[in-house]
C-alpha cells in the first residue's frame, strides 16, 4: 500500500513558474514508476510526466515537453514536478501516481495509486 500526498501548488502568472512535490507512504517507494496527471474542468484526466523507479529514465506527453520536468528523491520518498513558462491552459488538478509496471506507462489505469490532487492555476 502507497500512499501520495501532493503539495505545491497555487496561482501564478502565465511564464511563471511552480514545482510540485508528491511525498509517498511505506519503504518501497523505489520500486514504483511515478507519473504526474492533470484534469482541466470538464476534460478528462491527461497524462503529464512518467519517471522510471530509479529515476534514470523519463517520458512527457507533448503539451509539457520543454517545459516541465519529472524528478524523484528515492531517499526522500518524493517525486516532483517542476513547472516552468507555464500556460493559461496549464490550469488543472495535478495528480501524483504510482504503478508498479516496468514500462513507462500513459494509461491511467496502469497506475495502481493517486493522491488527492493539488490545485494549479494559471492567470493572465
Known amino acids: 500500500q502507497v500512499q501520495l500526498v501532493e503539495s505545491g501548488g497555487g496561482l501564478v502568472q502565465a511564464g511563471g513558474s511552480l514545482r510540485l512535490s508528491c511525498a509517498a507512504s511505506?519503504?518501497?517507494?523505489?520500486?514504483?514508476?511515478m507519473g504526474w496527471f492533470r484534469q482541466a474542468p470538464g476534460k478528462e484526466r491527461e497524462f503529464v510526466a512518467h519517471?522510471?523507479?530509479?529515476?534514470?529514465?523519463?517520458y512527457y506527453a507533448d503539451s509539457v515537453k520543454g517545459r516541465f520536468t519529472i524528478s524523484r528523491d528515492n531517499a526522500k520518498n518524493t517525486v516532483y514536478l517542476q513547472m516552468n513558462s507555464l500556460k493559461i491552459e496549464d490550469t488543472a488538478v495535478y495528480y501524483c501516481?504510482?504503478?508498479?509496471?516496468?514500462?513507462?506507462?500513459?494509461?491511467?489505469?496502469?497506475?495502481?495509486?493517486w493522491g488527492q490532487g493539488t490545485q494549479v492555476t494559471v492567470s493572465s
Open positions: 501516481a504510482a504503478t508498479g509496471r516496468i514500462i513507462t506507462t500513459m494509461r491511467s489505469d496502469f497506475y495502481n495509486y
Open positions: 511505506g519503504r518501497t517507494f523505489s520500486t514504483y514508476g
Open positions: 519517471i522510471s523507479r530509479r529515476g534514470s529514465s523519463t
